[in-house]
């Protein structure tokens, strides 16, 4: 019995170190998550939280044959989902994203690392262009670095439905990035 399926047993029995040994393995890829799709720092607390909880009134659901990974990912996913159907004044389409680009801090020179800095920038601002769905399949696959079966599971679709998102996904992101400079900076 892996770590997962053991502190899920726990805290299907009650025990709250069940939880705490999930939170600790899964608690800095979850935010993340959340964060990338929903765009918002504070909002992504409270998903969070409603997470970990919902994690714990629904884990009697929870089929210790599967992993336990794609199975809070989807807990995570249906309340981030809920929340932005929610939101009547922006359509899930329109969802804000990342306002921070990842840097290259071991670039050999300052010129590399302002280059590394201005790619980043601009992924993330074509990444904030993007939809939620297209978002959250990139953040899944890329982010959590998850395998496809894993995305699939977590976005209850089948294998080649989850793959066709995020082939969808990385064109848009492609497109994007193509129409934000020139085509040199990305090949």
Known sequence: MDADSHDALRL????????AGLMDRYQDRLYGYLRRLVG???????????????VA???SGYDGARPFGPWL???AH???????RARRHESIEDEPGLDRAATTDDAPDAFAR?????RGERLAAAFAELGAPDREV?????????????????L??????AKARLYRALARLRTRLLASGPREDWT
Request: glycine share 4%; no cysteine; proline share 5%.
């Open 114 to 118: 302002a280059l590394a800095r201005q």
């Open 12 to 19: 299907r029995r009650g025990d709250a170190d069940g939880l």
């Open 138 to 154: 990139l953040a899944l696959r890329f982010g959590e670095e998850l395998p496809i079966a894993d995305v699939a599971a977590t």
């Open 57 to 59: 009134v629904r884990i």
């Open 73 to 75: 990912f989807t807990v």
């Open 156 to 161: 209850d679709v089948p294998v080649p439905t």
């Open 40 to 54: 918002d720092e504070a909002m992504a607390d409270d998903l969070f939280q409603q997470t970990w909880l919902q």
């Open 78 to 84: 249906n309340l981030a989902y809920d929340h932005l």
